[in-house]
């Protein structure tokens, strides 16, 4: 088998490889997006943002600010240490 003949093949299995890994990657980005629109459909998305009518512990300022303070304070103390 010569030099050529092996890139050949080389080329050839790359192509196939790589057209293999792209051809998946497209049936998983075509079936989580199936899946999306299904549980969009069903109601089954817990982590969906609510209705602008509704509002929830996390809507609330002072939650918010409680949270904040929070992180400041760690952040504040992790400077201090380091």
Avoid: C, H, R
């Avoid at 509002?55 to 400041?72: C, E, L, Q, R």
């Amino acid at each position: 088998m010569t030099i050529a003949e092996m890139l050949g093949q080389s080329g050839v299995m790359t192509l196939l490889g790589m057209g293999t890994v792209f051809g998946f990657l497209i049936v998983l980005i075509i079936a989580v997006t199936v899946m999306g629109k299904i549980f969009n459909a069903l109601g089954l998305n817990k982590d969906a943002p609510s209705p602008a009518g509704k509002t929830g512990p996390a809507a609330s300022g002072a939650g918010n600010a409680a949270v904040t303070a929070a992180i400041s304070a760690a952040v504040t103390e992790y400077q201090k240490n380091n």
